[in-house]
């Protein structure tokens, strides 16, 4: 009986979920970009807050990060690196890993997530699409010279993230950590001490050295600091600057609400790997770690599009409040294996910036800063009302 | 007892910074909420009423129209129950305005006070409106003000109707605290020989203020100044 019953549940297995997974895997994979995402970057100490895993765009998680792919984990403050353990990350639903947190002293905090490497095999289609859609443009010019545009590929490739988030009003060094990860952005200044209008410096690492001239592209979000929020969602509206986009597993169409808006098809066919399954006696579970998308239509380089000098440092405008990704991939052909063909390393930083305001307070007006100062309305109302009181003295 | 104007300027330097700082609900207000304690919400409401100087700047302007501790509960009380009102409906059930023109007419409301005080509608033979009753009305103007502002805040989806009872509880003791010393400046400034001088003086900077204060939220207003 219980010899029947598992054979039963294979066939099932067999017939019915290994397709359900196939189709789950034709629906849900997409260009994933990792990022580190808080709803604010600015946080009070001991502070509950929730750090989430965006994994697709900035704005949309398409999918979890399982806990083995973890590489490393880890938070930097007050100049210690802390490991954030596996067990500590939930995952909200199928779409956003999150870790629920109280944050601790003053300070400018680092956070970073680097993952494992894995292979995915691409038509040469569909490769040269998703170059195009995330921007890995070198790479895409390489293949149109060198006439490689219809061969396929299989891509090795890793993603390192790291956010930097600013507790309370102390500024820390933090923010200048190097987490050592094969691919990274470590900022030049403190991001903390930068304020809208300003500019930014970010150097690449790659492997620990700079990575000169490699495409950067960089963008932001309003954050809850910079636009309104209505009690109801339907309230909570975006100006023309704000990156609005909408996922279609219908119509295979993705758009960004941006003016550099981009479309484009990604087809899936059975070629596409990198989406495991592991069955075992006490269950199954299963994984996508595609990073590319078939049924969507994606871009990701809306922005500034930006280079990295010879010291491997870019420049970011910062013209406006809001939650800024910067994001890169860099990719090389892989010459020294039977297995790959490219390789490519994915890096994210995200960090908040708001206008100029008190620093010693971290006050400053929500919705008023272009109001009076406080200086001019105080100095102001002191004098009319002195000079008034001197004007009906001698009336009187 | 004779109180001069020396010992009397201290105070009102005290007072008048709380005026200058429109409306500081600030984004680490917004931080603040989000922790979504109620504690948060009474002390951003105290905040806001306490640095909200047009609010602050009506209740001047009507403390100083009246004698007596009496009279000052008795107004004060109509204005509370007024703004309570609508900050608490208004929030609820999600209505709001463009900030600038509530603060506008809210700016009207300073201007107003101090034409009054002034004897403004005497002078233009005009009845003046019963001042109780313009009190509640303007009240529920402060109120829409105030609801208005705790809108623009993300409040989350829970315990809504606590979290706006609480901004209106820190608006209250917010209230009471700036009422402490702007009627002890004005009851000791009536015991001053230049108190005429004074009091003209300040209702004339109330309609001063009211009219700077009503042109620059309609600048703001046409300007899309956020």
């Known amino acids: 009986m219980h010899k029947q019953n598992t054979k039963l549940s294979k066939a099932l297995k067999h017939k019915f979920f290994k397709p359900l997974y196939y189709l789950i895997a034709i629906v849900l994979l997409c260009s994933h970009d990792l990022f580190i995402k808080l709803e604010t970057y600015f946080l009070q100490p001991n502070q509950e807050a929730t750090l989430s895993l965006f994994n697709g765009t900035f704005e949309k998680s398409d999918n979890i990060i399982t806990r083995d792919r973890m590489l490393d984990a880890s938070v930097v403050a007050q100049g210690e690196r802390v490991a954030i353990e596996a067990t500590k990350w939930e995952d909200q639903d199928s779409t956003i890993t999150n870790l629920k947190f109280r944050t601790g002293e003053s300070g400018t905090y680092v956070a970073g997530v680097s993952t494992k490497a894995r292979n995915i095999e691409l038509t040469a289609e569909k490769f040269n699409k998703y170059l195009k859609s995330d921007g890995v443009f070198d790479m895409l010019q390489q293949r149109t010279n060198d006439n490689l545009l219809d061969k396929d590929v299989v891509e090795n490739y890793q993603k390192h993230v790291k956010a930097i988030y600013q507790v309370g009003d102390t500024k820390t060094n933090d923010w200048k950590t190097v987490l050592g990860y094969p691919i990274e952005f470590v900022p030049q200044a403190n991001p903390y001490d930068k304020h809208t209008g300003d500019q930014l410096q970010a150097q690449l690492l790659l492997d620990g050295k700079p990575l000169a001239h490699q495409l950067i592209f960089a963008d932001f979000i309003k954050s809850a600091h910079s636009h309104q929020h209505g009690r109801h969602e339907a309230d909570h509206t975006h100006d023309e600057q704000e990156h609005s986009h909408s996922h279609s597993h219908d119509d295979a169409k993705h758009t960004h609400g941006n003016s550099e808006t981009e479309s484009h098809d990604h087809s899936h066919d059975e070629k596409t790997k990198d989406h495991e399954h592991s069955h075992n006696d006490g269950g199954h579970n299963h994984e996508h770690h595609d990073n590319v998308d078939s049924d969507k239509t994606h871009t990701h380089t809306s922005g500034q599009q930006l280079r990295t000098d010879d010291n491997g440092v870019a420049t970011v405008d910062l013209t406006e409040d809001g939650i800024y990704y910067l994001r890169t991939i860099y990719m090389a052909r892989a010459t020294d294996s039977d297995e790959i063909t490219h390789r490519s390393k994915w890096a994210t930083l995200t960090f908040e910036v708001t206008h100029a305001h008190n620093a010693d307070a971290h006050a400053h007006d929500h919705e008023h800063e272009d109001h009076i100062p406080t200086w001019v309305f105080v100095l102001g109302s002191l004098m009319i009302i002195g000079v008034l009181f001197f004007i009906f003295r001698k009336r009187a | ?226």
């Open chain 2, 1 to 226: 007892m004779a109180v001069s104007l020396r010992k009397i300027l201290p105070f009102l330097l005290v007072l008048i910074p709380a005026f200058g700082f429109a409306h500081g609900v600030t984004s680490a207000d917004q931080e603040l909420l989000r922790s979504d304690s109620l504690w948060a919400y009474m002390q951003v409401g105290a905040t806001h009423m306490l640095t909200g100087y047009d609010h602050l700047l009506f209740l001047a302007g009507v403390v100083f129209y009246l004698n007596g501790i009496k009279d000052i509960l008795k107004f004060i009380t109509v204005f509370t129950i007024g703004h309570c009102i609508t900050l608490i409906s208004a929030t609820y059930a999600g209505i709001t305005a463009n900030e600038h023109l509530v603060d506008a007419v809210i700016a009207l409301s300073v201007l107003y006070k101090g034409f009054e005080n002034l004897g403004g509608f005497k002078k233009l033979n005009v009845k003046a409106p019963n001042l109780l009753l313009m009190v509640g009305v303007f009240g529920l103007i402060h109120g829409f003000g105030l609801s208005t502002r705790l809108q623009s805040f993300d409040m989350g989806q829970d315990h809504i109707l606590a979290k706006i009872l609480c901004f209106n509880l820190g608006v209250e003791i917010g209230q009471v605290l700036a009422l402490i010393p702007i009627v002890f400046i004005i009851t000791f400034s009536r015991r001053h020989r230049q108190f005429t001088a004074f009091y003209k003086a300040v209702n004339w900077y109330l309609v001063l203020a009211g009219i700077g204060l009503f042109l620059y939220q309609m600048y703001g207003y046409f300007n899309g100044i956020e």
